[in-house]
């Protein structure tokens, strides 16, 4: 009886140590896991830079988050295109290259010194204000 009382003991101990260790394991790898998805294009960073670069660039002298000023809010214009890899493309286009004729007969202005890579991460932050995310 004693002994075995004994036995159950060490057995409650060796679970809770090798639970103990699990958990462990658990966090250590959780966050390499989100580094990896927070790298990925359409990740939170990515957003984040584009939002720096738009907020850093004139882009605020034409265009409003939510409210049309001389350009299309931004909210706007995510609600007017899915968010694709096809898009991101043509929209980090118009804005290095400017143009009129979407929205009305307004022009923006070119963005020659943008970089592509640049202009994608701003047109990535653009879509992503469709309205249901806050911003
Ligand atoms: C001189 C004013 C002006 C500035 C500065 C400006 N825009 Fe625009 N933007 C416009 C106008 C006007 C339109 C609508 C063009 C059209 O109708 O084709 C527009 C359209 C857009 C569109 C939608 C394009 C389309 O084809 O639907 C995006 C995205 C955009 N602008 C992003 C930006 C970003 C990012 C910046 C900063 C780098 C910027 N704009 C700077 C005036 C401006």
């Known amino acids: 009886m004693n002994k075995s ?3 159950l003991a060490l057995f409650v101990v060796a679970m809770a140590c090798t639970s103990t260790k699990e958990s ?3 966090e250590d790898y959780g966050t390499p896991n989100e580094a990896a998805s927070a790298s990925e294009m359409s990740g939170p960073d990515i957003i984040a830079q584009g939002e720096a670069l738009v907020k850093a660039s004139d882009c605020k ?3 409003h988050t939510v409210n049309k000023i001389i350009g299309p809010s931004h909210t706007d214009v ?3 295109y899915e968010f694709t890899e096809a898009n991101v493309k043509y929209l980090a286009e118009k804005i290095i290259k400017g143009g009129s004729g979407v929205w009305g ?3 923006m202005t070119t963005h020659p ?3 592509q890579a640049d202009a994608e991460k701003m047109a990535r932050y653009v879509l992503s204000l469709d ?3 806050e911003h």
Do not use: F, I, P, R
């Open 5 to 7: 009382y004994w036995l």
């Open 105 to 107: 007969e307004v022009v």
């Open 113 to 115: 010194d943008l970089s």
């Open 78 to 80: 995510a609600k007017k």
């Open 131 to 133: 309205g249901e995310k």
């Open 24 to 26: 462990k394991n658990q």
């Open 61 to 63: 002298t034409c265009h």
